[in-house]
């Protein structure tokens, strides 16, 4: 949960004041951060099943962040510190839908 809240307020924040785009910043901020508000309800809930389907979320924003860190543009450390809390969200989700299913004994 800290890394998908992390990564929803860090994108904001590049958005609107860190890390300004060229584009529009609805544009970006619907784009960006849009589809992090679709799991918040389940996660927030700690629903094991939410949780699961969106770690395929985490690796998308993993792979954006790895592939801007990459681009060489000057502000290497705001995609750095965005791959940084998609890989925590995505460990500490594995981790709980795992202890999640040994505790219902499925």
Do not use: C, K
């Not at 389940?42 to 985490?58: C, D, E, K, N, Q």
Request: a positive charge; proline letters at 8%; zero cysteines.
């Amino acid at each position: 949960m800290v890394g998908h809240l992390g990564l929803l307020v860090w994108l904001m924040a590049g958005v609107l004041w860190l890390n300004p785009p060229q584009a529009p910043r609805s544009i970006v901020l619907l784009i960006l951060v849009g589809p992090l508000l679709l799991p918040l309800r389940g996660i927030l809930h700690g629903r094991p099943y939410t949780v699961a389907w969106s770690l395929f979320m985490a690796l998308a924003y993993f792979a954006h962040g790895v592939v801007e860190t990459w681009a060489g543009d000057p502000t290497r450390w705001f995609p750095a510190i965005e791959t940084a809390l998609a890989l925590l969200w995505f460990t500490a989700g594995i981790g709980y839908v795992r202890t999640g299913r040994s505790r219902t004994g499925e």
